[in-house]
């Protein structure tokens, strides 16, 4: 008996969790994957005690997003263009 409560519980608290996020009245997708994807480049989860740590992070994750977006022009210049080579 007490294992199905457990297993209520968690069902409940799973359907509620999916229920805030994809409620109309939260906050909508592309709002929340912006916000991820402006603190996954600023580097908001390195350790601000250890500038080293914390610029590198952000020096780095800046440079891979320029990089991805150099790559994705090229791919589309190259593929309007008929060649990729």
């Given amino acids: 008996m ?14 509620e969790r999916v229920r805030q996020e994809t409620s109309p009245g939260g906050a909508s997708f592309i709002t929340r994957t912006a ?17 080293i740590e914390y610029w590198g992070t952000r020096i780095g994750r800046t ?3 320029v990089i991805a977006i150099g790559l ?4 589309v210049y190259a593929a309007t263009r008929g060649s990729l080579f």
């Fill in 72 to 75: 994705l022009v090229w791919l």
């Fill in 35 to 51: 916000k991820d994807a402006r603190d996954r480049v600023t580097a908001a989860d390195a350790d601000r005690a250890d500038p």
């Fill in 2 to 15: 007490a294992e199905r409560r457990d297993n209520e519980t968690e069902s409940r608290r799973i359907l």
């Fill in 63 to 65: 440079l891979g997003f």
